[in-house]
Every structure is written in structure tokens, then in C-alpha cells.
């Protein structure tokens, strides 16, 4: 039980964090700058950990996906750890 909490919990914050590069591609405006604005508050905290450690690679910045592949390891050890994803 614990560990589809974890799960889906994991793999609901790469959603988010998938949403929030998508909504950033985009000029924000009106509802969509809402949405921005609460995904940024969302993702950024996290998301900041790996921009002081990863520089941006000219205009790219591959930051996001190394957190998602932090979370998908994080995912894969809890799996592994408390058993049974």
C-alpha cells in the first residue's frame, strides 16, 4: 500500500514537472500564465537542486530531465526496497 502511495505519488510529480517544461515553451498569458505560476511553484524548489549543480548547455537547459531521471530512480529503489512496483 506504502509503495503505490510512493508510486503514484513520484510518478505524478514527473507529470508535473513534464507540464511545467511544456507550459514554458509557450508565451504565457491569461489562464495559462495561472497555471505556469502554480506549476512553477510546484517544480522550481525542486528543480533549482539541479540547475546550481547542471550549467545550462547554450539555450538548452537539460536540468528537468536529469530530475526526472532522479525521480524514476528514486521510483525504482523504492520499488526495490519496500517490494513489489
Known amino acids: 500500500m506504502i509503495t503505490g502511495i510512493l508510486d503514484g505519488a513520484l510518478t505524478f ?5 513534464l507540464a511545467y517544461v511544456i507550459v514554458s ?3 504565457v498569458s491569461g489562464a495559462l500564465a495561472d ?5 512553477a511553484s510546484i517544480c522550481e524548489p ?3 537542486l539541479f540547475r546550481r549543480i547542471i550549467p545550462p ?4 537547459d537539460i536540468s528537468p530531465m536529469v530530475a526526472i531521471l532522479v525521480l524514476w ?3 525504482s529503489a523504492v520499488g526495490t526496497l519496500l517490494g513489489g512496483i
Open 13 to 17: 510529480y514527473t507529470y508535473l514537472i
Open 57 to 60: 548547455i547554450g539555450a538548452l
Open 73 to 75: 530512480l528514486a521510483r
Open 35 to 39: 497555471v505556469y505560476r502554480v506549476l
Open 25 to 27: 515553451w509557450f508565451p
Open 46 to 48: 525542486y528543480l533549482s
